[in-house]
């Protein structure tokens, strides 16, 4: 297996496109959606303009086996990526391709100074959580994803050190914190609860937003 930039693979962003839907039917299987089942590649291949995609290539096939993408991402003063639309064809899940493309993402990431590398998953996908603490992200956030309509986990991967961020307890902090203000003020579909039309509706009066 070889791991490259999608520019210096005979790939398309299309070919690309493909495999990520084939192994997001794993998704499918379990009532989860996902806003990339419904990219075009024009869509897709917009969507990464800025970003670099890695593509896995089994070197006796010349097949298509996974990918990945680190999109640049700015935090207060911080610069670092957010790794986005990890994929693995079906028949070599278990393998350890994604965790090699993790690595590689991590020296593209760490070439470009970045601090740190965000992720996000699906709250009911299991095996992606267990993937993220596996390879070394921290469960920092909770929040609802509009366009997928269910609750998710952001996940950080810190590359420098010293941070706030390689406390357990500052992520647990900043998980809990994040979890009880989701859930008092969102509903899975993205809409406000009660409480949080209360909330939002004091603060207009206020003025606050």
Known sequence: MKICRL?????????????????????????????????????????????????????ESNELIGTTTLVPHRSNHEVGGYHKYLAVKPSCKGKGVAS?????????????????????????????????????FKIIGYFVSTASKYFCYRFRYQLKSPSIWNSALCAHVAFCASYLKTRAMRTQDGGMTGFGNAVLKVFRSLKLV
């Open 7 to 59: 520019q210096d693979s005979s790939f398309t962003h299309a070919d690309v496109l493909e495999l990520i839907k084939e192994s997001f039917q794993q998704w499918q299987e379990n009532g989860l959606d996902s806003v990339l089942l419904r990219y075009t590649p024009a869509e897709f291949e917009q969507n990464t303009a800025d970003a670099v995609v890695l593509v896995a290539i089994d070197t």
């Open 100 to 136: 090699q493309l993790l690595k590689s993402c991590v020296e593209v990431a760490k070439s470009r100074d970045y601090s740190y590398i965000l992720s996000n998953t699906s709250v009911h996908a299991d095996w992606s959580v267990r993937w993220h603490k596996k390879n070394g």
